[in-house]
């Protein structure tokens, strides 16, 4: 063995190095995830959530979630809002309330909409930090329905074909799923950090 060593350095170095340098990699990802504590902190957020011509509007005002429906808008409403529990790692979907209705409008003018609160009781005794980064440190990171224009996504499966959702810290990652989580459930936007009363 020492001989060949002696006789070949530059192929022990060649094949050495690379699995080296993986397993060094592997260590600091492993000792990442060991050493970041978990997620503290339950969250709200949304999947297929159309920015363009929402029929409905969530927002976090002082700390609390506003929901609105445009009073002319006849489009459904296919978001889902979801709660995201830190402890179980498992999201549960959030009802939306019966919708009022599209108001008619004989005043053709541009200018803002008129907004149409809509009651969501399951929310109101929550308090909300619409902060990027939970008090914890991690952060929500979102991807959803994109076109890159590249070519090769026609022939390959583009991750930006897919929504996913995780939540990163100093190198750990947790995978946000929720029940009916299936590669194509269109845009995903974060709400907001729940925070303890």
Known sequence: MKAFVRNNPTLV?????PLLLVLVIGAFTLLST?????????????????????????KVIDKKIQVTRDAASRM?????MWYYS?????????????LPSPVASNDQ???APVLIPVAMPELAALLIDAAAVAPDGYQFQARGYCS????????LSSPCNAAAA??????RRVVVSYPTMDGRSGWIRFVGWVIPQ
């Open 13 to 17: 170095f060649g094949l050495g190095l």
């Open 34 to 58: 060991w050493l970041v504590k978990p997620p503290q902190y339950d969250f709200i957020y949304l999947t297929d959530y159309q920015t363009y011509m929402p029929s409905l509007e969530v």
């Open 76 to 80: 459904n409403n296919a978001s889902r």
């Open 86 to 98: 830190a402890k179980t790692g498992v999201a549960r979907e959030i009802a939306w309330p019966a």
């Open 109 to 111: 003018s541009p200018g």
């Open 148 to 155: 890159s224009g590249n070519w090769l996504n026609f022939w």
């Open 166 to 171: 995780t939540l990163t810290k100093q190198g």
